[in-house]
Antibody
Framework: QVHLVESGGGVVQPGKSLTLSCATSGFRLSNYGMHWVRQAPGKGLEWVALIGYDGYKKSYADSVRGRVTISRDEAKSTVYLQMNRLRVEDTAVYYC????????WGQGARVTVSS | DTVLTQSPLSLPVTPGEPASISCMSNESLLHSNEYNYLDWYLQKPGQSPQLLIYLASTRASGVPDRFSGSGSGTDFTLEISRVEAEDVGIYYCMQTLHTPPTFGQGTRLDIK
């Protein structure tokens, strides 16, 4: 059974850094592109970043480009989202998702950026 | 980016009655393989989005058959044949054909 479990969320001050992890199981990570999607409080879903199945293709939303890096570790079956120079507007629940005919989603990691 | 427009944004429904949500795209979601890359999700309060329909019309595993999806190209519909209390939440359409994937604004369904 496919599982994605996000971790690493928390409360952080503006300008600081945070790295989210997405531990995967139940499928071969190297066969799939992976995404991060976020949801600010009371708002809709916003795509953040993707990494291709082979780790080479990477793409970022304009709102995070230059501050965020997506990566993957096949040996650990884990996908990461390193976020730097965090802003108050980055406050959201961050979901990890596996693309495919049927996308699979984790339960989310809450990130709060506040002084 | 591909823009998805949902309507209505709010949908009060009496239990047992049908409901319908529209999702319109500003560009075609039809792939050369003849599949439409449009999914429907339901997000219940405090939960992650749960997949209801993928590739426009295929029900995900475990989804009741009162949910159905239809449409092609730029015009898609999610229908619930008989709404139940457990169907309350926010419904999103999502396209995965074009990069980046994008979402509709969401439709809030609640019970009258």
């Amino acid at each position: 059974q496919v599982h994605l479990v996000e971790s690493g969320g928390g409360v952080v001050q503006p300008g600081k850094s945070l790295t989210l992890s997405c531990a995967t199981s139940g499928f071969r990570l190297s066969n799939y592109g992976m995404h991060w999607v976020r949801q600010a409080p009371g708002k809709g879903l916003e795509w953040v970043a993707l990494i291709g199945y082979d780790g080479y293709k990477k793409s970022y939303a304009d709102s995070v480009r230059g501050r965020v890096t997506i990566s993957r570790d096949e040996a650990k079956s884990t996908v990461y989202l390193q976020m730097n120079r965090l802003r108050v507007e980055d406050t959201a629940v961050y979901y990890c998702a596996r693309e495919g005919g049927q996308w699979a989603w984790g339960q989310g990691a809450r990130v709060t950026v506040s002084s | 980016d591909t823009v998805l427009t949902q309507s209505p944004l709010s949908l009060p429904v009496t239990p047992g009655e049908p409901a319908s949500i529209s999702c319109m795209s500003n560009e075609s979601l039809l792939h050369s393989n003849e599949y439409n890359y449009l999914d429907w999700y339901l997000q219940k309060p405090g939960q992650s989005p749960q997949l209801l329909i993928y590739l426009a019309s295929t029900r995900a595993s475990g989804v009741p058959d009162r949910f159905s999806g239809s449409g092609s190209g730029t015009d898609f519909t999610l229908e619930i044949s008989r709404v139940e209390a457990e169907d309350v939440g926010i419904y999103y359409c999502m396209q995965t054909l074009h990069t980046p994937p994008t979402f509709g604004q969401g439709t809030r369904l609640d019970i009258k």
